[in-house]
């Protein structure tokens, strides 16, 4: 059965740090991995990810796969409290399905 | 990126009456349209593709006959939920696949803002 599975659930930092957060996965005929930011209504966008070992950066987010490990992390630098929000990860495959984890909750404390 | 609208926003009805949403992508079409419900701390969980011109795919466990899904345009799907019931109350959250056009990526998926729905 496919699955993904992110860590932590939640994380509480103050402004300025850095954060890490983990993406396992396990889809069938796995095509990409994708990034959102949750915050009070649907998901946006972050990034797709294809091809291992390459960093896709936005800003002070950044992120990458590897296939090999079927692992995904986002990195979020110097943390405002405008990055609190519910962060999803997804797994796409061959027919353009995307299977979600359950998220990691961020809080960026003042 | 991609713009996708959905239709209401928020709804409130009575038990056994049926609702329908409407999501469109604003400035591309789409093929292929995925309707989501997600409840309370919970990710989203697929619920149907909507395939344009063609019958949509549901999720082992989600009835066809409860989640009508009707893609008859490009630019145009709808999910109607028939006979709404209280545990039908969650944020139904459609998205959109660009398929040829500058935001195409075989899995990127642009969302629409979701709509609440509260069967009372």
């Given at each position: ?47 797709m990810l294809t091809s291992s070992g390459i960093e896709k950066k936005s ?52 | ?120």
């Amino acid at each position: 059965e496919d699955k993904v599975v992110q860590s932590p659930l939640s994380l509480v930092v103050h402004e300025g740090d850095t954060v890490t957060l983990n993406c396992s996965y396990e889809v069938t005929n796995f095509r990409s991995l994708l990034w959102y930011k949750q915050e009070k209504k649907a998901p946006t966008f972050l990034f797709m990810l294809t091809s291992s070992g390459i960093e896709k950066k936005s800003g002070r987010l950044s992120s990458i796969l590897d296939k090999k490990e079927l692992f995904s992390i986002l990195n979020i630098t110097a943390t405002q409290t405008g990055d609190s929000a519910v962060y999803l990860c997804a797994g796409g495959g061959s027919q353009g399905n995307l299977i979600f984890g359950k998220g990691t909750k961020l809080s960026v404390k003042p | 990126g991609a713009v996708v609208s959905q239709h209401p926003s928020r709804v409130i009805c009575k038990s056994g009456t049926s609702v329908k949403i409407e999501c469109r992508s604003l400035d591309f079409q789409a093929t292929t349209m995925f309707w989501y419900r997600q409840f309370p701390k919970k990710s989203l969980m697929l619920m149907a593709t909507s395939n344009e011109g063609s019958k949509a795919t549901y999720e082992q466990g989600v009835e066809k006959d409860k989640f009508l899904i009707n893609h008859a345009s490009l630019t145009l799907s709808t999910l109607t939920v028939t006979s709404a019931h209280p545990e039908d109350s969650s944020f139904y959250i459609c998205s959109a696949r660009d398929e040829g056009g500058r935001n195409s990526g075989y899995n990127e998926q642009f969302f629409g803002p979701g709509t609440r729905l509260t069967v009372l």
